[in-house]
C-alpha cells in the first residue's frame, strides 16, 4: 500500500505486539544543585552537569506534558530524506564509538530531526524507534508534517536549525508544553589535582563562562565538565570540539584570575572579558573545560615552595615526578588526561618552553615581563599539536614591537628547512646515557630525513667572545649585561604594586602573604625602579637579537633559520621529583639545572635571545624510583631552538618527522610511550 509520511509518522504511535528483551537503562539521580543554575545527577557510576539556567533549545509542542523531572535524551539531526532502521542504528553506534559523554542511558528518549528538510521515517526506521523502547519520542513537525499524534508519548514539537542544537546528548525538562533540551557535560573527576577549577559557557549569548564549584567529596578531586564531541562534528572551524584547560594567568569573562594566590583573589574582581588569545580559541571553536594551577604569578617556583595551592601530581613514572614550572597544571593535565585535548600555559623564562617573542597578544594574562612573556600549548599528538599551533597564531594577534622592544614579527609558513643541527656542547651529551642514545637515535634519523649535518658548539664561549655591545664595560660579561637592566619593572608595577596596596587598604598598611619565592620581592618599593634602566633593557635586548640574528641563527634563501640549536631543558634526561630531598644525588636532578660550564640554563636562551623554542618527546628511560621501590620509566624531551619567525617552519619541520615516525603520540598515564 502507499502510505504518507505523516501515517508513517503517526505509526509510532501503534502498539507494539511482539517485543524483545528489555531495554536495560540507568536510572538519573539528581546529587546537586549549584547557585549557578546548574543540576548535577548521576547515570550509574556517571557524573553529569546540566545547564537548568540556559537551555540550548525550546521545542514547543500543545500535547506535550509537563514534568518536574530532568531526563536524559539524544538529539539525532538527519542528513537523509528517508530515515531507515540502518540509518538510525549506525548513527547511534557512531555516538557510541566516537564520544566519551554519550551512553545509552541518553536513549531514554529521542528527539528526531532532519537538517535536509521534509524527511520521512520507513518501517524499518519506525521497528528500529520501537525496539529503543523510548520513554518519549519528539519529531520535528516541520520535517515529518505529523502535526497530532494519537499517543501521549510520542510528540510532534516546533524544531529548531542544527546550528542552534548540535546532535548529541542532552538533558529534557518539559513544562507548560514545552521541551526545554539543556547543554548536558560529563563530569570527570581531576584526580592529579591539576586543575584550580571546571568551567563551562554560561550560555546567557555574553560569551562568558561559568566556574564550577563541585568536587568528588570522597576523592577531594574537583570535577571537570566537557562537552560531547558529537555537538562539533559538523562544526567546520579548525579547533571546533577541541578540550582545552587555561592557565590561570588569564582572564575569561565570568571567572575569578587567580595567578595562584589568595591575597590575588581577595583583591581583584571577577574577569568581565576574556584575553584576546583565549578568545580566539572560542572563535575557532575550542571547548575551554576549566582553568589549571600555575606557580603564583607564574615564577618558576619548585613545587616544595608551593604554598598557597597544592602542587599538582605528575601521571608518569611513580606519580611524584615534577610538572616542571609555572605551567604545571597545563602540562601534567594532558600527560593525565585521555579527555582533554591541549592546555595553554605561559613561559617568560622555563615554564613550557616558548614560541617567538611577540607572536601572541598577552593582553589579559598576568605578566612576568611584557617584553619576553610569551604563550604556548602543550599537546600529546604532533600532528594535532601542529594544527592547534598554526590555527591560533595569527598576525592579528601578533605583539606590537613597543611591547617586545623588536621589530614587527614576520612568520613565514613554508619548508625552508635548517641545513644544521648544532649541537650545544655546554648544555650536551645529556647526563643519563640511555636518554642520550635515545637523542643520538633521532639526530641520526633528522639528518637522513632533511639531509643535515651536525655541528658541535659551544654557545657560551661564542657569547662571551663576541663583539655584541661596543660600550659595554670591558669587566661585564655579555651574558650579565642584558639581562641586568630593569627586569623586575613589569612585574612590580603590574603585579606587586597593586597587590600590595590593595592588601595594605584592607589590613592596615600590612605586606599581603605571598609565596616564599615572592616575599623579598613584594618588599621592594618604587624607589628602587627606573623606568629609563626599563627602556635601556628593551634597546639592549634589540641589540642582542639583531646580533643573534646575524651571527648565530641567521636567514638564508633557502633556510627560515639556516642552523637548529640542539640542547637539553635541564634534567639531562634524569627524574627530577616534586619532594626536594629525592633530588639529591647523581641519579636524579633539580629542574633546569645551569650545567657547571654554562652562562645561563638551556630554558633561558630564547628569553635572551627572542628565539622560538619547543620541547619534543624522544622515547623513555627507566630509572628506579625511591617512592615505589620498582622500576618506573621517565620521558626524555629535546628543545629545538630556531630563529624568531619560524615558527610555522619548525612546526612543518615537526609534521614531517611525525609522519615519518621519528616522533609518535604520547600516552597518558603512567607511561608516555
Request: aromatic share 10%; charged share 20%; net charge negative.
Amino acid at each position: 500500500m502507499i502510505v504518507s509520511s505523516w501515517t508513517i509518522a503517526c505509526l509510532l504511535a501503534l502498539p507494539v505486539l511482539v517485543r524483545a528483551a528489555p531495554v536495560t537503562r540507568n536510572v538519573l539521580e539528581k546529587v546537586h544543585d549549584s547557585r549557578q543554575g546548574a543540576v548535577i545527577y548521576e547515570l550509574g557510576e556517571i557524573s553529569y552537569l546540566a545547564n537548568a539556567l540556559y537551555p540550548k533549545a525550546v521545542l514547543n509542542g500543545t500535547t506535550i506534558q509537563s514534568s518536574p523531572d530532568f531526563s536524559p535524551i539524544a538529539v539525532i539531526v538527519a542528513n537523509e530524506t528517508t530515515i531507515t532502521g540502518s540509518y538510525l542504528e549506525s548513527t547511534i553506534a557512531s555516538y557510541l564509538a566516537g564520544d566519551d559523554v554519550f551512553s545509552n542511558d541518553f536513549l531514554a528518549s529521542l528527539y528526531l530531526t532532519s537538517a535536509v528538510g521534509k524527511a520521512t521515517i520507513d518501517r524499518s526506521g519506525v521497528d528500529y524507534l520501537r525496539s529503543l523502547e523510548l520513554e518519549s519520542l519528539y519529531l520535528d513537525s516541520s520535517v515529518f508534517g505529523c502535526k497530532q499524534l494519537s499517543n501521549t508519548k510520542t510528540y510532534a514539537v516546533a524544531g529548531v536549525s542544527a546550528e542552534n542544537l548540535p546532535a548529541g546528548p542532552y538533558t529534557a525538562v518539559t513544562q507548560d508544553g514545552a521541551l526545554s533540551l539543556l547543554s548536558t557535560y560529563r563530569l570527570y573527576r581531576d584526580e592529579y589535582r591539576t586543575f584550580i577549577t571546571g568551567a563551562y559557557p554560561t550560555g546567557n549569548g555574553e560569551d562568558s563562562f561559568t566556574p564550577l564549584g563541585y568536587m568528588d567529596p570522597r576523592w577531594w578531586n574537583p570535577m571537570i565538565p566537557v562537552p560531547s564531541r558529537i555537538h562539533y562534528w559538523n562544526d567546520s572551524r579548525p579547533l571546533a570540539g577541541v578540550r582545552v584547560a587555561i592557565k590561570d594567568l588569564f582572564d575569561m569573562n565570568g571567572m575569578q584570575t587567580s595567578a595562584g594566590s589568595q591575597a590575588w583573589i581577595r583583591v581583584t574582581p571577577i574577569a568581565n572579558s576574556t584575553a584576546p588569545a583565549i578568545q580566539r580559541l572560542v572563535d575557532l571553536g575550542a571547548a575551554l573545560v576549566g582553568k589549571y594551577k600555575l606557580a603564583q604569578f607564574a615564577s618558576g617556583a619548585n613545587p616544595w615552595d608551593w604554598v598557597d595551592e597544592q602542587y599538582p601530581f605528575n601521571p608518569r613514572g611513580d606519580g611524584y615526578l615534577t610538572c616542571s614550572a609555572s605551567s604545571s597544571g597545563g602540562g601534567c593535565s594532558v600527560a593525565a588526561y585521555e579527555w582533554l585535548d591541549n592546555a595553554i600555559g605561559s613561559d617568560t623564562g622555563s615554564s613550557m618552553r616558548r614560541p617567538a617573542a611577540g607572536l601572541i597578544n598577552l593582553e589579559g594574562a598576568l605578566p612576568l615581563s611584557w617584553s619576553q612573556d610569551t604563550a604556548g600549548v602543550f599537546g600529546r599528538d604532533p600532528l594535532q599539536w601542529v594544527k592547534f599551533a598554526k590555527a591560533w597564531y595569527t598576525p592579528e594577534l601578533h605583539q606590537e614591537p613597543n611591547i617586545t622592544g623588536l621589530t614587527p614579527l614576520v612568520v613565514p609558513d613554508n619548508n625552508k628547512f635548517p641545513k644544521r643541527i648544532r649541537y650545544l656542547t655546554d648544555y650536551l651529551p645529556l647526563a643519563n646515557p640511555a636518554a642520550e642514545e635515545i637523542l643520538q637515535d633521532v639526530l641520526g634519523k633528522m639528518t637522513a630525513l632533511f639531509n643535515m649535518t651536525v655541528e658541535n658548539m659551544n654557545l657560551t664561549s661564542t657569547v662571551i667572545g663576541a663583539n655584541i655591545y661596543p660600550e659595554k664595560p670591558a669587566n661585564v660579561s655579555n651574558w650579565v649585561y642584558p639581562r641586568s637592566r630593569g627586569n623586575s619593572y613589569d612585574q612590580y608595577t603590574s603585579v606587586v604594586r597593586p597587590l600590595k596596596t590593595a592588601w595594605a587598604a584592607l589590613s592596615g598598611g600590612r605586606f599581603p602573604p605571598v609565596d616564599p619565592q615572592w616575599r623579598s620581592f613584594v618588599r621592594m618599593n618604587d624607589t628602587q625602579l627606573d623606568r629609563e634602566e626599563y627602556n635601556a633593557g628593551l634597546r639592549l635586548k634589540n641589540q642582542t637579537v639583531s646580533w643573534f640574528e646575524k651571527e648565530m641563527l641567521y636567514e638564508t634563501e633557502d633556510s627560515c633559520s639556516e642552523s637548529m640549536f640542539i640542547c637539553d631543558i635541564g634534567t639531562g634526561g634524569l627524574p627530577s621529583f616534586r619532594e626536594e630531598d629525592l633530588n639529591q644525588g647523581r641519579n636524579a636532578s633539580f629542574l633546569a639545572v645551569r650545567p657547571p660550564y654554562a652562562a645561563i640554563t638551556c630554558a633561558n636562551i630564547c628569553p635572551s635571545f627572542a628565539c622560538a623554542d619547543y620541547t619534543i618527546p624522544l622515547g623513555q628511560v627507566e630509572y628506579q624510583s625511591p617512592v615505589t621501590f620498582f622500576p618506573e620509566k621517565y620521558p626524555v624531551t629535546i628543545n629545538m631552538i630556531v630563529r624568531r619567525g619560524c615558527d610555522f617552519v619548525l612546526f612543518n619541520m615537526i609534521e614531517k618527522m611525525a609522519k615519518a615516525g621519528i616522533l609518535t603520540t604520547v600516552k597518558t598515564g603512567r607511561e608516555a610511550f
